[in-house]
């Protein structure tokens, strides 16, 4: 749902140009009472998996070749902050903040349906980031997939690595400490929910769509002034004509739609 200036997550979607309004344009981001349930009760699921001592992969067990290895209690604090750190290794120049914003974005679009089992307070974690500014420094490059963007993201409510913020470079630690922000108690599963490669394919994409349907739309527009200029036949456009192409035809008249009116007269 979007208001000015702020964009809600309320349902189970959200559009890409919701996501480009908050990477882009600064809109705040918020979640609805309902959503904020489905995220507890996720989270409800894996206490009681960890309560109960059952074995479940990367909620009580090492990852990886250590599958087979249990924890407990503080353990899995310390596994999933280990996961985080482990995976940000991405080298080369750093994205630009409102690449990074998006990704973030989507990554609590991620988790706002409620199937991660993710912590509360680490989303708002996520929020704070978008919200107040604060953009982790992310390499644009890395192994383990997609998966180093979101971990170097992360990182950042731990207060480790540097971020953007206010116009310069500081340490996550001091923009957390500015904005009198605490670091991110991580608790089980946080890690293996947070290093997900979906969020940067998902919030690039959106940008990439931004970008893409800015140009179609300007590629009209100077077409059109192309053919007026050209003094182009007018007829090639008739009805009869256009009907016979087995494409869409746009429901809009000439009067009402901005883009075809400069070539209709």
Request: with cysteine; proline share 2%; aromatic share 4%.
């Amino acid at each position: 749902m979007s208001q000015a200036n702020k964009i809600v997550i309320a349902g189970d979607h959200l559009r890409w140009q919701d996501v480009v309004a908050v990477a882009r344009h600064g809109a705040q981001l918020e979640l609805s009472t309902g959503t904020w349930a489905r995220i507890d009760n996720a989270q409800a699921i894996v206490q009681r998996i960890v309560a109960s001592g059952e074995r479940a992969y990367g909620v009580n067990t090492g990852l990886g070749a250590l599958c087979n290895v249990s924890l407990k209690d503080e353990q899995l604090s310390q596994l999933s902050r280990n996961t985080l750190l482990s995976h940000a290794c991405g080298v080369g120049a750093p994205l630009a903040d409102e690449q990074t914003r998006a990704i973030i974005c989507a990554a609590i679009v991620n988790y706002s349906h409620g199937k991660s089992g993710i912590h509360r307070q680490v989303v708002e974690g996520l929020l704070a980031l978008l919200n107040r500014g604060i953009t982790p420094q992310v390499p644009s490059q890395g192994s383990v997939g997609y998966l180093t963007h979101m971990a170097h993201i992360s990182i950042a409510l731990l207060g480790v690595g540097n971020v953007s913020y206010r116009g310069q470079i500081v340490s996550a630690q001091q923009a957390l400490a500015e904005e009198g922000l605490e670091p991110v108690q991580l608790g089980a599963k946080d890690g293996l929910c947070l290093v997900n490669g979906t969020p940067c394919m998902t919030g690039l994409s959106c940008l990439a769509l931004a970008d893409a349907t800015r140009l179609v739309q300007w590629a009209d527009v100077i077409g059109a002034m192309s053919f007026e200029a050209q003094r182009g036949q007018i007829a090639a456009f008739d009805a009869e004509i256009i009907a016979l192409k087995p494409h869409r035809a746009c429901s809009k008249s000439a009067a009402t739609c901005g883009r075809c009116s400069m070539a209709v007269k």
